[in-house]
T-cell receptor, first 113, second 111 residues
């Protein structure tokens, strides 16, 4: 158990809908990262937050947004969902914002039908 | 841009043999290189990492080597066991904490 908690574990929704994925980082960690894992794209970095501030951005679609709250938990919002958004979404956390060990949660399986 | 190439994509070995997975990174500013093991239905689990000021690191049956000049790093697993079967990912990081991952290697250890 990495200490990173993600909910929900599984989610099935229809195209055009909006979903929110939630992440609680390891106790004491200030950075939260979101990754998308699909069969054809591997593990793709989406976005990083450090102590509530956006720190780095990857190939995150405009339909997707994230935030980190004062209690350091984070949410990833996915809107106007398309079939191609079906993937495993991972949250990860680390203590600092650079060069620290990064621990992953168990992921949220999103299926868009 | 940043890129990490990982080979092979699949690897099958007999129990007790060694397994080697190789990665090449593109950004010479990369300074942190972790390896993750991912089992089916689970999140990536860190198994070993190395920083750019170290050439080699070992932890029991697992070792990682880094060649900064060639921008290569490798994972070595000795005395493989069936429970080592999983997908292994290498990654590189430099600007901030984000990790750029290789495409993964599916390791199968046959009893």
């Amino acid at each position: 158990d990495s200490g990173v908690t993600q909910t929900p574990k599984h989610l099935i929704t229809a195209t055009g809908q909006r979903v929110t994925l939630r992440c609680s980082p390891r106790s004491g960690d200030l950075s939260v990262y979101w990754y998308q894992q699909s069969l054809d794209q591997g593990l793709q970095f989406l976005i990083q937050y450090y102590n509530g501030e956006e720190r780095a951005k990857g190939n995150i679609l405009e339909r997707f947004s994230a935030q980190q709250f004062p209690d350091l938990h984070s949410e990833l919002n996915l809107s106007s969902l398309e079939l191609g958004d079906s993937a495993l979404y991972f949250c990860a956390s680390s203590y600092g914002d650079s060069g620290n060990t990064i621990y992953f949660g168990e992921g949220s399986w999103l299926t868009v039908v | 841009g940043e890129n990490v190439e990982q080979h092979p994509s699949t690897l099958s070995v007999q129990e007790g043999d060694s397994a080697v997975i190789k990665c090449t990174y593109s950004d010479s500013a990369s300074n942190y290189f972790p390896w993750y093991k991912q089992e089916l239905g689970k999140g990536p689990q860190l198994i070993i990492d190395i920083r750019s000021n170290v050439g080699e690191k070992k932890d029991q049956r697992i070792a990682v080597t880094l060649n900064k000049t060639a921008k290569h790093f490798s994972l070595h697993i000795t005395e493989t066991q069936p429970e080592d079967s999983a997908v292994y990912f290498c990654a590189a990081s430099h600007q901030g904490g984000k990790l750029i991952f290789g495409q993964g290697t599916e390791l199968s250890v046959k009893p």
